[in-house]
């Protein structure tokens, strides 16, 4: 039993009630993360400082806050209770620091990993925007998003399409791309008679990619035949269909204002999109400026993104 828990179960009053931030800080981290390990990370501190600093705010709360298990800790209910307290002391403290960091800090690089598409339809139109508003943040944009990992800093934060499952990363839905069957003039004019696609050619991605849903949708039709071109980009998707080369299943925001003909807008086929950030950079000025400069954008442009009704 450590000295705080035989503290609380003799009923010894600690010498005082205070409570660290620092502490209350540990404590949040324990309570989001599971773990010491885990939490620890987050903060950039020790385990073993960690630890102490958990039993050191139940001494001064006279409670226990969580449950040691061998698999990690998990809240008592008296821990659960002082959870949104601690989230006031956290918000008052960012608040306090606000202003001047962003006087000093609102400055630097920050690293966006994103799916091409979204970055070539979206998010670089509306960039200047956001240059105008904070000059002195520059920004790295990686697209290739199968090699860029949070986890090993290769990007800072990211709009990804696929929920990360691991990692020590705070992310937020924040919509849906929709797909839809398109087709080019050229394919259309010489298109095989009769209902169904069972003897239409198709453009589709490569085995590299046939997890994703628009493949695995594809390949369903294609019902073991070959398709008529695999690539490994949509933008070369959109192009191959342009000129005629098959029917291809396309996001609505890539599709909208070409030369293409939507044959089916709701197909079943849409990917959630999420906000992903390092947790130990979601604080820092210049990363949470475009964090929410890409969530307000992304809101904004939900219709273009999204399945058409109807």
């Known amino acids: ?4 828990a035989k503290r609380i179960a003799s009923n010894e009053k600690p010498a005082s009630r205070r409570v660290n931030w620092n502490d209350a800080q540990a404590f949040l981290a324990v309570a989001r993360h599971g773990t010491l390990s885990g939490a620890a990370g987050a903060l950039g501190v020790g385990i073993a400082t960690l630890g102490r600093r958990i039993e050191r705010l139940e001494g001064a709360m006279r409670i226990p806050l969580f449950v040691r298990q061998p698999s990690g800790y998990s809240l008592t209910a008296e821990g659960q209770a002082l959870v949104p307290r601690a989230e006031a002391l956290e918000a008052a403290a960012h608040a306090f620091s606000t202003g001047v960091e962003e006087d000093e800090a609102l400055s ?22 956001f240059r105008e508003r ?8 990686v697209t290739d998003i199968a090699t860029a990992s949070l986890s090993r800093r290769d990007a800072d934060l990211a709009i990804r399409m696929v929920k990360p499952e691991r990692g020590n990363v705070s992310l937020r839905r924040l919509g849906t791309l929709g797909y839809g069957l398109y087709a080019g003039p050229g394919y259309l004019a010489r298109r095989p008679a009769g209902p169904g696609v069972e003897h239409d050619a ?9 997890h994703l849903p628009a493949a695995r949708w594809v390949a369903q039709r294609l019902d073991g035949r070959e398709p008529a071109l695999t690539t490994t980009s949509l933008d070369a998707q959109r192009v191959a269909a342009e000129a005629g080369l098959g029917l291809a299943v396309l996001p609505h925001l890539l599709a909208r204002g070409r030369d293409l003909t939507c044959l089916e807008a709701d197909i079943g086929v849409e990917q959630d999109i999420y906000l992903v950030i390092q947790t130990d950079l979601s604080r820092a000025p210049r990363v949470r400026a475009l964090a929410d400069f890409l969530s307000e954008l992304i809101v904004a442009n939900r219709a273009a993104l999204e399945t058409p009704e109807g």
């Open 1 to 4: 039993m450590n000295d705080s």
């Open 108 to 129: 630097g690089r920050v690293r966006l990993a994103t799916a091409e598409n979204l970055a070539t339809r979206l998010i670089l139109p509306a960039l200047p925007a």
């Open 134 to 141: 904070h000059p002195g943040i520059a920004i790295d944009l």
């Open 202 to 210: 198709f453009i589709n991605w490569d085995e590299g990619h046939a």
